[in-house]
């Protein structure tokens, strides 16, 4: 994560009405869940005089989109530069977090510790690190991972049903959750056979 000082003052919800989208301000770099204590670059959506009720959309150059409350002391606000302010710390770029679920043949503690040193080589011994490790077998077998609304007629002809294929690999289900009101559904593999008739 780099950062850097810039010195800044906070708006209030006056003075963000007479700003537009090309206006540089900095809001919160924090996301859901994961709080920061920094700001980011962001610009409004649209001018700030469309806006109603004191509640600004913001986009961060992250492509974060949110609604602040400037004159609301429990948040961070907005802020824009200005030599007369106070020294803010702003997020100038940060790095991505993958959470991995690697297929290693042969499974070795070997082949594991090779992986891991490949990636610190790769990208630098301070980046890569393993949070958790879980291994886990794989079975040599295909199933037909599918998602399906939650509320899908039991009985019913499956052809007709709304669902959508996921995966083909049975551990792949334990790597992710369902799109809301939508439910799991695995089923032995069948192999797609197109039996259309070809000239």
Wanted: aromatic fraction near 8%.
């Amino acid at each position: 994560m780099n950062t850097e000082k810039v010195t800044a003052r906070r708006l209030t919800a006056e003075e963000i009405s007479e700003l537009g989208p090309q206006d540089g301000i900095f809001v919160s770099a924090g996301t859901d869940g994961f709080p920061l204590d920094c700001y980011a670059p962001a610009l409004l959506t649209k001018p700030g005089k469309n806006f109603e009720g004191g509640s600004f959309e913001v986009k961060t150059v992250f492509g974060e989109e949110f609604h602040v409350l400037p004159d609301n002391t429990e948040e961070a606000g907005v802020w824009i530069a200005d030599k007369a302010g106070e020294e803010i710390e702003v997020l100038r770029s940060a790095g991505v977090l993958l959470n991995l679920a690697l297929f290693v043949p042969g499974g070795s503690k070997e082949s594991l510790d090779s992986l891991y040193s490949a990636a610190r080589d790769a990208f630098g011994a301070g980046i890569v690190q393993r949070w958790d490790e879980e291994v886990v077998e794989v079975p040599d077998v295909k199933v037909d991972l599918y998602e399906e609304p939650a509320r899908a007629r039991k009985g019913g002809n499956s052809q007709n049903r709304d669902r959508r294929a996921l995966d083909i690999y049975p551990t792949r289900v334990r790597f992710l959750e369902p799109s809301e009101g939508w439910k799991f559904v695995v089923e032995p593999h069948k192999e797609i056979v197109d039996d259309t008739p070809t000239i």
